[in-house]
């Protein structure tokens, strides 16, 4: 009986083309370590915040005289609702952690190169849709700094020449961060999750056009793939179990050490906080934006260090493969680069003194100076490199992705279908 | 690539405040319920007259355990649904000291420093050489040392007030978050469920994988 209805769908759909193509039959190299589960586990904390934030919304209420009061009626009236919430705002940070790790190891491995373009933009546009998403969701428990970081952020928009000062209005509805903002961020957070379902849609329509990369970043031999499903939903579940500890340990032991103080304070638009600081994944791109004294040139500055990750497939000139395995050079710039980062983060964080702005700027130095260094450095590494002779693992990986190439030129030559 | 975990790991962790001059005392509180009770009873005499705590009903303080004698000589004809709300009307209060004083449901949540931030500030009351009253945690607070310890002549005297601070802030602490004790309770079966499924699964995953030559 099963049977007959699976036949009755594939003569109607594409059912078990599907599930072979895309699941039981889709080639993953064997050789993914666990830093390639960061993908799944995003997928994941998606899922889990749409699935929270639906019900979160059920008893949140959008409106400046009611919704602080109405995260306390979901945190001490609503069964569970403490649960829910933590789950959401817990949620939101482990979605960044996974997020940065993914592209860090997309970095690390040179993941972006040819022909993972695309697959790497489209992740570039997935980040910008989560930090929109993120921001918008901090103004609903409308708190101090929920209030004074939308404040902060919007007024930004003033940088957009000739209708600066409109560009802020219309978004937020009002002169000031108030109901209307409140009211279109809520719309816009329950809309943008929708969103970036979709271009997780085309992000993994791109994966599976190029497959996944490898540590060897090489396309590995026909034989070295093997089936995703069960292989590969093994390993990502008992990833998952992992996550889910980490994130366990913070949902029920330290929920608040993710929340501002501040924020337990409603919104007074009387009164700002000592220092406005924002959520701990915004921090090095904030200390960017601060670490140049003029406007504009900050939010450009800030922007543009969201975005220059999009231009590493240019950038990075090397055709060693192996990402920064076998790369000294590369591999050192990797590490520079993470803890730029951390110290830009902490730089973010503390209230701007003259020592930790200076510090900012060199911070904001460093972090441009590695992506207009690497073309350079790439290249003059590549060189180095086959001067002083490869490592036999690396000519081996080169003499196989030959081989396999030319495999490939005469299995089209025959005609015949892979 | 381990190195970028742990440093990625160690963002995470919230970096200590640099916000107050002086140096918080450190104190660990229990919500337990008689703690809470006491915590309820110091605060019921010492603060209620000015401070609202509006988000906690009398009902929730009996529900957690709260002697149900004490907390009807708390209400008085108010309804047991009825919010703990400042027996002084807010406007008094603001002519009185300028400031209408904060509403304390969340305020162990509200502070940096939290629980170790209030207890200090309570008990960080001094009087100084020129006779003027004053707090090394607040300078500018517009609340008088309730609490007397400015003026606590001996040691005794002194621990007293401080064990009373410490309840008080006990409670303030269960205020913020009533839940907070079911949380931690549910929170070690989850890990302990999610161990074993993990372990599980991880079997599972060798299993799968074990078919590969």
Redesign the interface.
Known sequence: MPHRIINWIDQRFPLTSFVKHELTGYPTP?NLSY?WNFGFLAGFVLVLQVATGIFLAMHYKADIALSFDSI?HI??DVNYG??LR?MHSTGA?AFF?VI??HM??TL?YGSYRAPRELLWWTGQGLLLLLMATAFMGYLLPWGQMSFWGATVITNLFRATPFFGDQVVIWLRGDYMVGDATLSRFFALHYLFPFLIIGAVVVHLVALHTVKSSNPSGIDLADKDN?PFH??FT??D??G???F??VY??F???I?????E??N??PANPMQTP?HIVPE?YFLPFYAILRSVPNMVGGVVAMGLSVMIFAFMPYLDRSRIPGGAHFRPVYRGLF?IF??DM?LL??IG???PTDTSIMVGQWGTALYFGMFLVLPFASKAEERWLMKRGLPPQVEALIASEEKEKLKIKNRHRKGGAA | MSKLITLLLLSCISIPSLASEAKLENIQVMTDVQTVERGAEALMTDCHSCHSLKYIRYRDLVNYGVDKGKVDAWRGDLSMDAAVMAQMAEADSELAFGKAPPDLSLIAKAREGGASYIYSYLVGYFISSDGMPGNHYFPETKMPDVLGISGASNEKERAEIQSKARDIVAFMVWAADPNGPERIRLGYYVIAYLIVLTTLLYFVKNQVWSRLK
């Not at chain 1, 929920?255 to 929340?259: A, T, Y």
């Open positions: 064997r830093w306390q945190m001490r403490w649960l933590y940070s952690l940065f790790i860090a190891r690390y093997i069960p292989y093994a390993k579940f008992y998952l179990g992992l889910l500890i366990s340990v949902v029920f032991f929920p608040d050490s993710l929340i103080p501040a337990n304070i000592n701990w590490y993470a803890v951390l983060g902490y964080y503390i209230p």
